[in-house]
Structures are given as structure tokens and as C-alpha cells.
């Protein structure tokens, strides 16, 4: 039941967070035209911004036994977000209910959904978890083919009061089961710190903290603007264009259960390490993709190779941390550090792309700089992580494999 409730929560709180970039290209396009591409990815990275920095926060308060006030709050700021945004018709709308409202819903639920589920299980925690974060995948793929069925037929502002409706029912399903039995935790515990200042005096924890704010400044991109070049560049169908993006999602649920498998064989390190470079190579390769099917070719790979990017980096924390009694400190003050990076990526990247008008006077996009941006920022980050691996290898004498 905890981990069917986490499930469900998570196709919420990712689901949307991911699927953004289905959103990015009908703003573009039709709802919010007048804007620039920079301008409506705000909307996006501040609501995975809040998701992160909200979610870190919350960890204190779920250990003062406000789990139960967080899911029913949360799960409120969502459902409430999405139908605000059905009535919606202006910017600054569309902001404070998808940006704002949806991202502190999810940041309310990020880590109380994990950590209900985590405290039940011992032997089999990381399959649990696991499972859980599954539903990232899949909300972000159910949600972008629900509105790409919906749209045309019924229109933007009814096809969001039938996905708050979805997101309703899934909130009435996931709320008792990750309840049950856990009266036991509402007694207060001692809440953790949010703040230990030797971390900065550690260079693991700044080459940690560097690692992942220079690789969240690219990893976000390619799913706000995917669907976005299919259909500009490539002269894709909408709907194509959409599933080009299912695809990658499709290929990140892969990814991240096929690169937890191989981080327990060969360590967390070195598998996201190469995942890393990887990711950085093939963002440097969709500079020369201009058909079709090399797109979803390299969507797909995108997806398989980035998804270690976010959820390797957590289990390879520890490895660097010299007292695991302040591993959730820590943790959380390097998060919140690169939850920054979340937030700007996205926008630099659409400043950087360019409109330009062509010989019969239509407007065309240059991805050039969002593809440069993306693929520089991964490598930039492969370096920061190939200096803590051998930081890390000198300091604990231990192997090459972390």
C-alpha cells in the first residue's frame, strides 16, 4: 500500500514537472504567443524549483509529525493549480498556478511520499523507492498523451479540469494508503538541521555541490524544448511532436532502473560519471540532427543516459560524506544549492534561442544556443565529477570503484 500510495503521488508531482515540455510548445504557440520562449520556461523551472527547495524544507517537518498536514495540503495545491489553470488566459496567470501553486503542492509531498515509504521497508528499500520514483515516468508520458488527445477535441481549458480531475483521483487513492498504520509517526521527533557550515571547509562537498549545479543547468533543457524543435525545425505534427517527448520520457524509466542496477555492480560514481559524459555527447550531437527519425533516435538516448543525472548523484552522497549523522544536512543544503541551477537553466537556454526570418516571411528558430548550452553544461559538469571521483579515490584509499 506505501508504495502503490508513493506511486501515484509521484505521477503528480513529476508527472507534470516532466511533461512541461508539452506545455512550453502550446504556450509558444497559441495560449501565451505574445511571450518569449525564455519567458514561459520560467514558469516550468520555478515550479521544479519549488519542487526541490520546498521538498528539502519539508524534510523537518515530517520529522515533527506534520506528514499528514503536508499530504492534504499538498495534494490541495496541486489539484487547485491545474483547474486555476484551466480559467487562465494571461502570463502572469498561468505563473502563480503552475508555477507557483503546483510547485509548492510538490514540494510538500517530494519528501514525505518517499520517506512513508522508505520507513516501512529495510531489506528492500531501494526496489520500493525505486518503484516509486517510477512514477515520474510514467505521469510525465500519461499526462502529455492525455493532452495531446485532448486539446484539439476539447480545448486547452477543459482538457485541465479533466487532468485535475485525474490528479484528484489519484490524491484520494494515494492519501489513505500511505496512511494507514502511521500513527505511530506523528509523535514529534527531533527535527534535523537545515544548515552545518563545515560543509563548506569540505572540498568533497564543494566538488559534490558543483558536480550537480553545473550538470542541472543542461539536464532540464532538452525536455522543455524537445517537442519544441520536432515541431519548428523539423516541421513535425503537434502530435508528433509530443511523442517524440513520450519517447524520451519512455526511455528516462528505463534509464533509471537499468542505472541503479549497474551502479550496485560498478558504484554510484563511476556509473554516473559516464552517464554524465554521455549525456554531454549527445547533447552535443543534436546540433546535427535534422531528420525525423534521428530525433527520436537521439530523444530516446537522451532520456536512457539523463535520467542518471538526478537520481544517482542522492546514492552516491554518502560515499563523500565524513558523518553520516548529518547526511540529510548535508544533502539537503547541496540540493538546494543546485535546485538554482533548476531554476535558470532553462531560461538562459530560451534567451539563447534565436527567431529569424527567412526568404518567403515566415519565422524560424535556431536551437543552436539551446543545444550548445545543454551539451557545455553536461560536459562542464562531467569535469567537476571526473575531479571528485579521484578526490574521493585519494582521500578514502578504498578502489577506483565508488
Known amino acids: 500500500m506505501k508504495v502503490f500510495g508513493g506511486f501515484l503521488v509521484y505521477i503528480n508531482i513529476w508527472g507534470f514537472t516532466l511533461s512541461y515540455g508539452a506545455f512550453q510548445t502550446y504556450y509558444q504557440h497559441d495560449l501565451l504567443s505574445d511571450s518569449t520562449a525564455s519567458a514561459i520556461s520560467w514558469i516550468g523551472t520555478v515550479q521544479a524549483w519549488l519542487l526541490i527547495m520546498v521538498g528539502v524544507l519539508s524534510g523537518p517537518l515530517f520529522d515533527l509529525g506534520y506528514f499528514r498536514s503536508m499530504l492534504y495540503v499538498g495534494n490541495f495545491l496541486i489539484v487547485i493549480g491545474i483547474m486555476m489553470l484551466s480559467l487562465a488566459t494571461k502570463y502572469w496567470q498561468v505563473f502563480l498556478a503552475q508555477g507557483i501553486c503546483m510547485g509548492l503542492g510538490a514540494g510538500l509531498l517530494y519528501i514525505p511520499s518517499l520517506a512513508l515509504v522508505g520507513i516501512w521497508f529495510e531489506k528492500r528499500r531501494a526496489l520500493a523507492l525505486g518503484v516509486v520514483m517510477s512514477g515520474t515516468a510514467v505521469g510525465g508520458v500519461c499526462y502529455i498523451i492525455a493532452f495531446n488527445k ?124 559516464g552517464c554524465a559524459v554521455v549525456s554531454g555527447v549527445v547533447g552535443f550531437s543534436w546540433i546535427g540532427i535534422d531528420h525525423e527519425s534521428n530525433f527520436i533516435a537521439f530523444s530516446v538516448m537522451w532520456g536512457f543516459f539523463s535520467a542518471s543525472l538526478v537520481t544517482l548523484p542522492g546514492s552516491a552522497f554518502p560515499n563523500i560524506c565524513p558523518d553520516l549523522s548529518r547526511l540529510g544536512t548535508r544533502l539537503g543544503m547541496s540540493w538546494g544549492i543546485s535546485s538554482i541551477a533548476s531554476l535558470i537553466g532553462a531560461p538562459i537556454a530560451g534567451a539563447l534561442l534565436k527567431t529569424h526570418t527567412v526568404a518567403d516571411g515566415t519565422k524560424k528558430m535556431n536551437f543552436l544556443g539551446v543545444q550548445v548550452w545543454s551539451g557545455a553544461c553536461l560536459l562542464a559538469g562531467s569535469v567537476w565529477l571526473a575531479v571528485l571521483w579521484v578526490a574521493t579515490v585519494r582521500k578514502q584509499k578504498t578502489g577506483w570503484f565508488i
Request: hydrophobic fraction near 55%; glycine fraction near 6%.
Open 150 to 273: 485532448l486539446v484539439p477535441n476539447i480545448g486547452f481549458p477543459w482538457t485541465m479540469r479533466v487532468l485535475g480531475f485525474i490528479a484528484l483521483a489519484l490524491a484520494i487513492m494515494a492519501i489513505p494508503c500511505l496512511l494507514s498504520g502511521s500513527a505511530m509517526l506523528a509523535r514529534p521527533r527531533k527535527a534535523r538541521s537545515l544548515f552545518d557550515k563545515s560543509a563548506f571547509s569540505d572540498p568533497l562537498f564543494i566538488l559534490f555541490t558543483c558536480s550537480t549545479f553545473t550538470t542541472f543547468l543542461g539536464y532540464i533543457v532538452p525536455y522543455f524544448y524537445i517537442a519544441a524543435y520536432a515541431q519548428d525545425k523539423l516541421q513535425t505534427s503537434e502530435s508528433t511532436a509530443l511523442y517524440i517527448l513520450v519517447v524520451c520520457l519512455a526511455g528516462s524509466f528505463f534509464g533509471r532502473l537499468l542505472w541503479g542496477y549497474v551502479a550496485q555492480k560498478s558504484g554510484n560514481m563511476v556509473a554516473w560519471l
